[in-house]
């Protein structure tokens, strides 16, 4: 069974530019995940959907940052204009909610690299 | 707010020796999950082990095992017989059951080393 699959892997922009990137989740994971994670640091979560819809954005930064689940399937975060503090990796990551426990599986990530 | 301490940034252990790395944890929730994380250079984070806050009993992995001191608010992770392999950042992360449920809060990381 396919993991989570992010794309690009890797990603060189010029600040003010845009970038997107996309997650394919586990097949029948309805719970998508975005994370942050700075160099040296641990993940942080941006954004949660439960299905297509966004049930914790409370720490994406509404102002350059959007992401869209429009099927309740794949996802896609993007950086409009990027910054030189965007650089890091972006995590997604994918889970079956059923119950109390769901086991989060990360996909690869895209490391952003920004000029 | 919960939140998630690791006081080790680097750790080194000998090839297959045993290594211990620390994490404590702020919670006032009574029930939660406790994990620890590996990423290796890949960057694709797997699980190493679980930790349920209402059972006692410390979880076991193969080589990998916690101790879990509730009261003290402490979840080591104890590697047995390190392996090349073992070589990675290890991320130690809290899970609520209420609020935060689904939110997984993570520690700054431990980059450890093995020496062959």
Known sequence: E???????????????????????????????????????????????????????????PKDRFSAERLKGVDSTLKIQPAELGDSAVYLCASSFSFGVYNEQFFGPGTRLTVL | AQTVTQSQPEMSVQEAETVTLSCTYDTSESDYYLFWYKQPPSRQMILVIRQEAYKQQNATENRFSVNFQKAAKSFSLKISDSQLGDAAMYFCAYLGYGGSQGNLIFGKGTKLSVKP
């Open chain 1, 2 to 60: 396919a993991g989570v699959v992010q794309s690009p892997r890797y990603k060189i922009i010029e600040k003010k530019q845009p970038v997107a990137f996309w997650c394919n989740p586990i097949s029948g994971h309805n719970t998508l995940y975005w994370y942050l994670q700075n160099l040296g640091q641990g993940p942080e979560l941006l954004i949660r959907y439960e299905n297509e819809e966004a049930v914790d954005d409370s720490q994406l």
